[in-house]
């Protein structure tokens, strides 16, 4: 196994990993409310930004560079999670 495929099994373990804590949660509370929707738009952006990284992290070859370009994809992954989530910016995207 090459270090590129076991980053990847880590990086789509962690996508995973973080989309059973609300499965979790449905099952303990009603606080939690999550659809089939919301799971699969939440897996296509995990996985989908998880792949980005992994991506950058084979292309981009200076340390320094890397971690600026991590940096830029979790900053935006952030800011389109919370507008998913909670619409802070307003915009239709988010269904407000």
């Given at each position: 196994m090459t270090l590129g495929n076991k980053r990847l099994q880590i990086i789509l373990g962690i996508a995973t990993s973080i989309l059973l804590i609300p499965l979790l949660a449905m099952q303990f509370t009603h606080e939690v409310n999550w659809?089939?929707?919301?799971?699969?738009?939440?897996?296509?952006?995990?996985?989908?930004?998880?792949?980005?990284?992994?991506?950058?992290?084979?292309?981009?070859?200076?340390?320094?560079?890397?971690?600026v370009a991590i940096v830029i994809i979790m900053i935006a992954f952030l800011l389109l999670w919370a507008e998913l989530a909670v619409g802070i910016f307003g915009t239709p995207f988010a269904g407000s």
């Open positions: 659809s089939l929707s919301d799971f699969i738009i939440a897996g296509i952006l995990l996985f989908g930004f998880g792949l980005l990284i992994e991506f950058l992290l084979q292309k981009i070859k200076k340390h320094n560079n890397r971690i």
